[in-house]
Nanobody
Framework: QVQVVESGGGLVQAGGSLILSCAASGSIFRINVANWYRQAPGNERELVATITGSGTTNYTTPVKGRFTISRDNAKNTVYLQIDSLKPEDTAVYYC?????????WGQGTQVTVSS
């Protein structure tokens, strides 16, 4: 059974940093494209960063310059480093990873930023 599991969230003061992880298991395929989304209370889920199988990255405007997406193919894991955290970054962060021909969602990891 394929599983995608996020970790690394927590409570952080504004200005701090976090590294979120998205690990895939149970598949013969490695993560190809991976997207990080976030969903704040009362808001829709929004895309924040993407990394392709070749390592090309893309960021949405609100997070550009503060978020860094990366991957470790040997560990079949994708990371999201968040710097200069702001209270408005508070949300559940979800990984959406493509393995083979299908995309899989993780359960999310909560990031809470205090001012």
């Amino acid at each position: 059974q394929v599983q995608v599991v996020e970790s690394g969230g927590g409570l952080v003061q504004a200005g701090g940093s976090l590294i979120l992880s998205c690990a895939a298991s149970g598949s013969i395929f490695r993560i190809n494209v991976a997207n990080w989304y976030r969903q704040a209370p009362g808001n829709e889920r929004e895309l924040v960063a993407t990394i392709t199988g070749s390592g090309t990255t893309n960021y949405t405007t609100p997070v550009k310059g503060r978020f860094t997406i990366s991957r470790d193919n040997a560990k079949n894991t994708v990371y999201l480093q968040i710097d200069s955290l702001k209270p408005e970054d508070t949300a559940v962060y979800y990984c959406n990873a493509k393995l083979g021909t299908r995309y899989y969602w993780g359960q999310g990891t909560q990031v809470t930023v205090s001012s």
